[in-house]
């Protein structure tokens, strides 16, 4: 079956780094997206992974190994808007979206 | 417009009632899909559009689920004799559709409550 494996809650200090693991298990690959959603919105687009390597945005980088079947999002210099929750989903053949439940991501003083 | 609108925003309804959710995709973004996301789970997906057709409707969870595109924009799902494990928040997205790894930009939803 597809599944996608991402912790359901982690907690991290103002200012510090924080790594948000997704495992994933899809028939076929086409590519690993990560989104934001703030409680009470919709998710919006932060990255996309389709070759192995780690691709730096800003305070924010993806990494991919395919071989693997495993995703990090890293976050740098946190902020308290960065409390939100992190959406891991995995393309697969059909090019459908295959999506973790998130991780709540609390960040604190 | 500059984004995915969805209307109405909140709507609740009595069991048994038919609901219908409108999407208003980005200008010129052909790919349009519908998800639902209940309480702290992730997205579930329902349909996809690519124009006016619906190659991928495997994701409707039963026969009280329909959706239809027109004009190649506005999509309306509509759920009928709605049940109370119906409520959730219904999201749609639209992407350029000229890849299919195009990015998908959400709407803010649609939070339906069945009473």
């Known amino acids: 079956g597809q599944n996608i494996d991402q912790p359901t809650e982690m907690t991290a200090t103002e200012g510090a780094i924080v790594q948000i693991n997704c495992t994933y298990q899809t028939s076929g690959f086409n590519g690993l997206f990560w989104y934001q959603q703030h409680a009470g919105e919709a998710p919006t687009f932060l990255s996309y992974n389709v070759l192995d390597g780690l691709e730096e945005k800003g305070r924010f980088s993806s990494f991919l190994s395919r071989s693997k079947g495993y995703s990090y999002l890293l976050l740098k210099e946190l902020q308290m808007k960065d409390s939100a929750s992190y959406l891991c989903a995995s393309m697969d053949s059909n090019y459908q979206l295959i999506w973790g439940a998130g991780t709540k991501l609390i960040i604190k003083p | 417009g500059a984004g995915v609108s969805q209307s109405p925003s909140n709507k609740v309804t009595e069991k048994g009632k038919d609901v219908e959710l409108r999407c208003d995709p980005i200008s010129g973004h052909t790919a349009l899909y519908w998800y639902r996301q209940s309480l702290g789970q992730g997205l579930e997906f329902l349909i996809y559009f690519q124009g006016n057709s619906a190659p991928d409707k495997s994701g409707l969870p039963s026969d009280r689920f329909s959706a239809e595109r027109t004009g190649g924009s506005v999509s309306t799902l509509t759920i009928q004799r709605t049940q109370q494990e119906d409520s959730a928040v219904y999201l749609c997205?639209?992407?350029?559709?000229?890849?299919?790894?195009?990015?998908?930009?959400f709407g803010p939803g649609t939070r339906l409550t069945v009473l």
């Open positions: 997205a639209s992407s350029l559709g000229q890849g299919h790894t195009d990015t998908q930009y």
